[in-house]
């Protein structure tokens, strides 16, 4: 059996409430009692800025560094990450360092959005829009790039920008939208490749986790298992979760992650 080494980030990095960090800690939790592992912490709490890009970046660089850090001794010894993150913009941090241990592998980016905007090209400057272009060496995000646009396959996504569309349109990246047959195309696109998931919550249909996005026409929760199970059949480096909030609202009743963690079950095997 692979080690598995939980992380559990709980930095501020493009928050727009309180809800994300203690969110992921309540993932981490229901996730070290199914694996029987610990999590190491990463980051400290802190009241969300909510701020332009540069300025989240900026107070954020630290507690992303040092997840960059913790996620390359993990990859460095061979064991599988299994993250507990709070927001998307975390991924500057872990996916440059994701591809340099296993430039082999692609990223599944299961997201309702691509997250492939740029400090040129974004019209809200959301920090957590430009995610997955910084590890792509669209702009200099500061924590590294070296991800290969081939290597990524955006699953679920339908809130595009329009230089995402034409990104895609481009056949730059792969986009496997939602819809019948998900979890067949998905097989397809990932054609037996290692795979490197992540998981924002979003991409889920609304009112099945708390989110901060809401975008009706996601997955529903048998449509995410089947799609892990499709995953399951590469081998799977590793898992980051995302945008879980712990409640709908602030000061609201928690709600558990375990359904969700349910329907991951088998990647989280195939990360055994």
């Given at each position: 059996?692979?080690?598995?080494?939980?992380?559990?980030?709980?930095?501020?990095?493009?928050?727009?409430?309180?809800?994300?960090i203690p969110g992921a800690k309540s993932l981490a939790a229901v996730l070290s009692e199914r694996l029987g592992a610990g999590?190491?912490?990463?980051?400290?709490?802190?009241?969300?800025?909510?701020?332009?890009?540069?300025?989240?970046?900026?107070?954020?660089?630290?507690?992303?560094?040092?997840?960059?850090?913790?996620?390359?001794?993990?990859?460095?010894?061979?064991?599988?990450?299994?993250?507990?993150?709070?927001?998307?913009a975390a991924s500057l941090a872990t996916l440059p360092v994701v591809a340099r241990h296993r430039p082999d592998a692609c990223v599944v980016w299961f997201d309702a959005h691509a997250d492939l905007n740029t400090p040129s090209t974004t019209d809200s400057g959301y920090l957590g829009g430009m995610a997955l272009s910084g590890p792509a060496g669209m702009w200099e995000?500061?924590?590294?790039?070296?991800?290969?646009?081939?290597?990524?396959?955006?699953?679920?996504?339908?809130?595009?920008?329009?230089?995402?569309?034409?990104?895609?349109?481009?056949?730059?990246?792969?986009?496997?939208?939602?819809?019948?047959?998900?979890?067949?195309?998905?097989?397809?696109?990932?054609?037996?490749?290692?795979?490197?998931?992540?998981?924002?919550?979003?991409?889920?249909?609304?009112?099945?986790v708390p989110t901060d996005y809401v975008h009706e026409n996601g997955l529903s929760l048998p449509e995410?298992?089947?799609?892990?199970?499709?995953?399951?059949?590469?081998?799977?480096?590793?898992?980051?979760?995302?945008?879980?909030?712990n409640a709908w609202e602030e000061g609201g009743e928690p709600v558990s992650p375990a359904p969700l963690i349910a329907a991951l079950g088998p990647v989280l095997e195939a990360l055994r």
């Open positions: 059996m692979s080690e598995v080494a939980i992380t559990l980030f709980q930095g501020r990095v493009g928050d727009h409430n309180n809800l994300a999590a190491v912490v990463v980051g400290t709490p802190a009241p969300a800025l909510n701020l332009g890009w540069r300025a989240e970046l900026d107070a954020a660089m630290p507690a992303l560094r040092a997840l960059a850090a913790q996620l390359d001794q993990v990859l460095a010894r061979r064991a599988k990450p299994l993250t507990a993150s709070s927001r998307c995000s500061g924590l590294g790039a070296g991800l290969a646009l081939p290597d990524i396959v955006l699953v679920g996504q339908r809130a595009l920008d329009p230089a995402e569309l034409q990104l895609i349109a481009s056949g730059a990246v792969t986009h496997v939208p939602p819809g019948a047959g998900l979890a067949e195309r998905l097989r397809t696109a990932v054609a037996g490749r290692p795979v490197y998931i992540h998981l924002d919550c979003d991409v889920l249909n609304p009112g099945i995410l298992r089947d799609t892990c199970a499709v995953l399951a059949e590469s081998e799977v480096i590793g898992l980051e979760i995302a945008e879980f909030q």
